[in-house]
């Protein structure tokens, strides 16, 4: 979410256009460097204002209710402890996420109507909620997805030590361990701007705006920080996914050959675990589609001796930047539908809880070809009542 945070912090009471007519050279200079508008300012313009009031605040919307209906799910679902503990907390965290998102998008539709007080309150809430706790929340979602990415490969090239290497106890230290690293990460954020009143150029109104602190013009620490955070948020979760997802496929071809000297209650339980891990790889897919064009946005962008952050060299970096947070948000918003499609059992469970049917009880029976003796004679007693 940082690139959304910074848009909607800098986003101008103005369009783009505006700065890049020729002036007097007794004006200010262009906040734009020259080439920038590779694209039209109006069509860009619009395209951010469509972007920030309609599309993502509706994927939020639509996220915020598939999540609360996915967390009833797998309380309610039958599956292993850990793995129903990553995605209960991938869930909340994803939720949580979302409600950052539509606040901001509330925000953003209020300076889009020229609501001044919206950009006051942006610029007001940025150093303590859109740089922190919103990149907070989404961070913390991609390092759930390699955690459970982990605790699905000793699924499957370990079968028979996993419930001794991913205990109950295992899987809540390492949800907590990954949500205490984030906030490590992001703290000092919270620290680097400060919000102050300047007075407005001829005129007596002050306006907000967002200059560096104190502790943020220790710029080496955080050009440091910065450097760390993408590498173990960003680049990390992607090439851990990929690296754990390849070898999960590559054990799932092999196991093949085993099940079919397996007992029936073996052959069940591999079957569900089956479900489960195919469930987890949509979402390690759906992971890694929506994050890698934002990673690869930031290594153009490091890459690039030409760019200037946050001013871009050109604004088709921009155009991009806003597509690749929009795929963050879906990354967030699209887990239920994964779930829909990868798993009958929770298929089923979805259209319960959208119903409000109840659960219904299902017998472990199995007709053996043999019948007991309690058996025989409730149906000679039967036969003979009905006699």
Excluded at 21 to 43: D, H, L, N, W
Excluded at 108 to 135: C, N, Q
Excluded at 304 to 324: A, H, L
């Amino acid at each position: 979410m940082e690139n959304f945070t910074m848009e909607i912090t800098t986003l101008p009471n103005r369009t783009e256009d505006d700065l890049n007519v020729t002036e007097p050279a007794t004006t200010i200079k262009s906040f734009y460097p020259p080439g920038y508008f590779v694209i039209p300012a109006e069509a860009v313009f619009i395209y951010r204002m469509v972007m920030y009031t309609s599309i993502m605040p509706v994927t939020a919307l639509i996220g915020l209710v598939g999540n609360a209906i996915s967390f009833v799910v797998l309380l309610r679902h039958k599956m292993r402890d850990t793995t129903k503990m990553v995605l209960l907390s991938l869930t909340v965290y994803d939720f949580l996420h979302l409600i950052g998102t539509i606040l901001f998008s509330l925000i953003g539709i209020s300076i889009a109507l020229d609501y001044k007080p919206g950009l006051y309150i942006s610029r007001k809430a940025f150093p303590y909620f859109g740089s922190f706790l919103m990149s907070v929340f989404g961070s913390t979602s991609n390092l759930l997805i390699v955690v459970m990415t982990l605790e699905r490969l000793c699924a499957v090239l370990l079968p028979l030590k996993v419930k001794s290497l991913w205990t109950r106890k295992t899987m809540g230290v390492s949800i907590f361990i990954c949500s205490l690293l984030v906030v490590a990460l992001y703290l000092p954020s919270s620290l680097e701007y400060v919000p102050t009143e300047v007075p407005i150029p001829n005129s007596t109104q002050m306006a907000t705006v967002l200059k560096v602190s104190e502790v943020g013009k220790n710029f080496d620490f955080y050009s440091a920080l910065y450097i760390l955070r993408t590498s173990l948020l960003r680049f990390t979760p992607i090439a851990v996914v990929i690296i754990c997802n390849i070898a999960i496929i590559v054990g799932l071809y092999r196991s093949k050959s085993t099940r079919s000297q397996m007992t029936d209650q073996n052959r069940d339980e591999t079957s569900a675990e089956q479900r489960i891990t195919q469930t987890l790889l949509g979402l390690a897919l759906l992971f890694f589609f929506c994050m890698t064009p934002g990673a690869l946005l930031i290594l153009i962008q490091l890459f690039d001796y030409e760019y200037s952050f946050p001013r871009t060299r050109n604004n088709i970096y921009k155009v991009v930047g806003i597509m690749s947070t929009w795929l963050e948000i879906v990354n967030s918003s699209a887990n239920f539908i994964i779930y829909i499609v990868a798993s009958q059992p929770l298929r089923e469970e979805f259209r319960r809880v959208i119903t409000c049917c109840p659960i219904k009880k299902r017998t472990s029976r199995k007709y053996t070809g043999d019948t007991s003796a309690s058996d025989t004679k409730v149906s000679t007693l039967s036969i003979a009542t009905v006699s």
